[in-house]
């Protein structure tokens, strides 16, 4: 029987301190942050961070926790204009993207980065992580 590959997926605030055993550090937030060095992280993946209005019915109070992780991981999965002109061929939302990170973690460590405070528990780099644990 093979076994398949683990993968290893890090969360932290982009504002903590930067280890050597982050290995690959991705900023998965729509917003790069104002006056936040590009050395804080190594990529950006905007795509990856919960739409405007999403962000902002969980800050504003308007939805729950539950209702916020439902509908982020539904935007993930969302269907793009591209896909809308392709008959046959589909991105399926993020799946292509959610497909490199894992295969990169198969290779090294990957540092899933947001904006929130460190000990935020409810924070979408939780979900993310989780998603990319599982197969996609």
Known sequence: MIKEEETMFKTKSVHSPIAGEDGLRVLAARGRGRGLSSIRFDVWMANLGP????????????????EYSRRYLKELREC????????RIKNHG??????????LAKRQTVTLLCHCAEE????????????????I
């Open 51 to 66: 739409s405007e209005e999403l962000r902002d019915a969980i800050l504003d109070g308007r939805i729950s926790w539950r």
């Open 80 to 87: 793009g204009r591209v896909d809308a002109r392709n008959k």
């Open 94 to 103: 993020q799946k292509f993207t959610l497909r490199l990170l894992q295969h």
């Open 120 to 135: 935020e528990k409810h924070c979408h780099r939780h979900l993310l992580k989780a998603l990319l644990e599982r197969k």
